[in-house]
């Protein structure tokens, strides 16, 4: 894709109303799902004021526009392909996902209400096991129906993920595959390892893939339901292995990947499996690799985001969250071994590079 190509009115004409479409799609659902919400409060409950201020929205309206503006100057750089994610032959599909979230939004609001974020635990399904899964893993983080286990929790995930975000939760990935591409130029992708911590449904490898077609890649989750998933997502691609383990203890060999990346893990794991994850890192990087983590902004990252990050764990189940607005990540990525690098921030994301010691 040549830059003067990219950067064609028409084309960036064409890329900013598909986005406001898009947009338009999930926010539409994210307002309908907050009119038949409870809100963040239980009946009674006080109404919950955050530490850092009142909330403006302005500055999560610039942020979120600063998002678009970014993403199309990553384009028209050359950093990765437009996104083809606006299309008439996905409208079928996309509307039938918003009639099953929209359905399942009573018994997500039940949890919410009755904070209950444990219930996959108490059940009767795998979440129960605890010999199979860790105690941190088995909940409904986001008060989400079967938490992590199950195909109907793992064919919704990605379309609940863009209704919070009101269509931005792919170009916020991005701004990591951006940094995916920086570490890329020059080198032969075909000799590249590179893998995706916490994969997911493999949403993210794919756009990696969409990006780099010849590079040789892993994507490794410990849920069974979203690794099925994640590898019909990624059959075109027969060079990229899916695996199913967890974060803290992969089961993957020493020094293998040039490049490991983690999108939205680390707010959703206690402070030692952090550590441990970290750890891992480290080992089955090669010396001198690049760790790139995505995840949610902390404290100080973004002017005037502060009050809306302390609205999350109010609305949502999310455990480990409120410690980890405040964590530096230095102390452990340090004595693994990591320097800093890059630091990006992109709407309520935030993408750091980690270099591994040479």
């Given at each position: 894709m040549s830059q003067s190509r990219s950067a064609n009115p028409v084309s960036r004409a064409r890329y900013f109303a598909a986005q406001a479409l898009r947009s338009a799609f999930y926010g539409g659902q994210y307002a309908l799902a907050r009119r038949q919400s409870a809100g963040f409060n239980r009946p009674g409950d006080a109404p919950f004021r955050p530490q850092s201020g009142k909330p403006d929205p302005r500055a999560l309206r610039r942020a979120f526009f600063r998002l678009w503006a970014r993403d199309r100057a990553n384009i028209e750089a050359g950093l990765y392909p437009p996104p083809n994610d606006v299309r008439l032959r996905d409208l079928v599909s996309a509307l039938?996902?918003?009639?099953?979230?929209?359905?399942?939004?009573?018994?997500?609001?039940?949890?919410r209400v009755d904070r209950d974020g444990v219930e996959v635990r108490k059940s009767d399904g795998p979440g129960a096991d605890p010999k199979r899964y860790p105690a941190y893993y088995r909940q409904n983080f986001h008060y989400q129906t079967d938490g992590w286990l199950s195909d109907d929790s793992a064919r919704l995930y990605d379309h609940q993920v863009?209704?919070?975000?009101?269509?931005?939760?792919?170009?916020?990935?991005?701004?990591?595959?951006?940094?995916?591409?920086?570490?890329?130029?020059?080198r032969d992708q075909r000799k590249v390892q590179l893998l995706d911590l916490a994969c997911g449904t493999g949403r993210f490898t794919a756009q990696v893939m969409g990006a780099f077609p010849k590079l040789h890649a892993s994507a490794v989750d410990l849920?069974?339901?979203?690794?099925?998933?994640?590898?019909k997502a990624l059959a075109r691609w027969p060079q990229v292995d899916v695996l199913e383990g967890a974060?803290?203890?992969?089961?993957?060999?020493?020094?293998?990947?040039?490049?490991?990346?983690?999108v939205f893990l680390f707010h959703e794991l206690p402070v030692k499996i952090r550590e441990k994850v970290i750890a891992e890192a480290a080992r089955v990087l090669?010396?001198?690799?690049?760790?790139?983590?995505?995840?949610?902004l902390q404290f100080g990252d973004s002017?005037?985001?502060?009050?809306?990050?302390?609205?999350?764990?109010?609305?949502f189940h999310e455990p480990y969250y409120k410690q980890f607005l405040g964590w530096d990540f230095t102390p452990a990525m340090t004595a693994a071994g990591f320097q800093p690098e890059r630091l990006e921030t992109a709407f309520l994301t935030k993408v750091r590079t980690w270099r591994l010691a040479g």
């Amino acid at each position: 894709m040549s830059q003067s190509r990219s950067a064609n009115p028409v084309s960036r004409a064409r890329y900013f109303a598909a986005q406001a479409l898009r947009s338009a799609f999930y926010g539409g659902q994210y307002a309908l799902a907050r009119r038949q919400s409870a809100g963040f409060n239980r009946p009674g409950d006080a109404p919950f004021r955050p530490q850092s201020g009142k909330p403006d929205p302005r500055a999560l309206r610039r942020a979120f526009f600063r998002l678009w503006a970014r993403d199309r100057a990553n384009i028209e750089a050359g950093l990765y392909p437009p996104p083809n994610d606006v299309r008439l032959r996905d409208l079928v599909s996309a509307l039938r996902r918003s009639q099953a979230v929209m359905r399942d939004l009573r018994e997500v609001d039940r949890r919410r209400v009755d904070r209950d974020g444990v219930e996959v635990r108490k059940s009767d399904g795998p979440g129960a096991d605890p010999k199979r899964y860790p105690a941190y893993y088995r909940q409904n983080f986001h008060y989400q129906t079967d938490g992590w286990l199950s195909d109907d929790s793992a064919r919704l995930y990605d379309h609940q993920v863009e209704i919070l975000f009101t269509g931005a939760g792919d170009a916020m990935r991005r701004a990591a595959l951006a940094e995916i591409s920086r570490e890329l130029k020059g080198r032969d992708q075909r000799k590249v390892q590179l893998l995706d911590l916490a994969c997911g449904t493999g949403r993210f490898t794919a756009q990696v893939m969409g990006a780099f077609p010849k590079l040789h890649a892993s994507a490794v989750d410990l849920s069974p339901n979203y690794t099925a998933r994640a590898r019909k997502a990624l059959a075109r691609w027969p060079q990229v292995d899916v695996l199913e383990g967890a974060a803290e203890s992969l089961p993957l060999e020493d020094d293998r990947f040039d490049i490991l990346v983690s999108v939205f893990l680390f707010h959703e794991l206690p402070v030692k499996i952090r550590e441990k994850v970290i750890a891992e890192a480290a080992r089955v990087l090669k010396p001198g690799g690049l760790f790139i983590i995505a995840d949610s902004l902390q404290f100080g990252d973004s002017e005037g985001l502060d009050p809306f990050l302390e609205y999350f764990p109010e609305g949502f189940h999310e455990p480990y969250y409120k410690q980890f607005l405040g964590w530096d990540f230095t102390p452990a990525m340090t004595a693994a071994g990591f320097q800093p690098e890059r630091l990006e921030t992109a709407f309520l994301t935030k993408v750091r590079t980690w270099r591994l010691a040479g």
